[in-house]
């Protein structure tokens, strides 16, 4: 084998060592930018599905009753509990969620209240009827549980926090 080829074999053979660095450094970068960009888009993506949602009910109070009790009903609540609870509890952690301030508490939150929807009121007769269940709701647990794992990110009111008050993310 003359020179030449041998230097263009050990060439091709250290291509993945010489742009491994570069591979690693542009993913380290990309998580970097990426990260709290996904999860801010996460956050207002889900946060304004149950923030419209509280808000509808509370334009057109006067049918509340009639959707806890006929439309989805929720199995353990009263419906003149359940209404003013779950409204309070959608538009509450779906401002939160989306300020980042609380982030972890209010994906939770909301998760509870998706999966309450997905696998108890959804299974009801009336939740059945009326197509309570749907697949979207594992969507919407999957970025609420991205939320609760990674946190808010680094575009949130919990990070500014953080900067601002340097005991504010202390762990005990």
Not at 39 to 48: D, K, S, Y
Not at 120 to 126: A, D, E, I, K, R
Request: proline share 6%; net charge positive.
């Amino acid at each position: 084998m003359d020179s030449s080829m041998e230097q263009r074999a050990m060439t091709r053979s250290d291509l993945p060592g010489r742009w491994l660095p570069h591979w690693q450094r542009a993913t380290t970068q990309l998580e970097f930018l990426g990260m709290p960009l996904l999860l801010l888009a996460a956050r207002i993506w889900i946060g304004l599905i149950f923030f419209n949602a509280s808000w509808a009910r509370i334009t057109n109070w006067g049918s509340q009753e009639f959707l806890f009790t006929q439309i989805h009903p929720v199995p353990f609540l009263p419906a003149a509990l359940a209404a003013p609870m779950i409204t309070a509890g959608e538009l509450g952690l779906a401002i939160l969620l989306m300020a980042g301030l609380a982030g972890r508490f209010s994906a939770l939150g909301l998760l509870v209240m998706t999966a309450v929807i997905q696998f108890v009121v959804g299974q009801t007769p009336q939740g059945q009827e009326n197509a309570i269940a749907n697949p979207v709701h594992y969507f919407w647990m999957f970025l609420l549980l991205l939320v609760l794992i990674r946190g808010p990110g680094l575009l949130s009111l919990d990070a500014l926090l953080c900067r601002l008050i340097p005991s504010f993310g202390r762990k005990a």
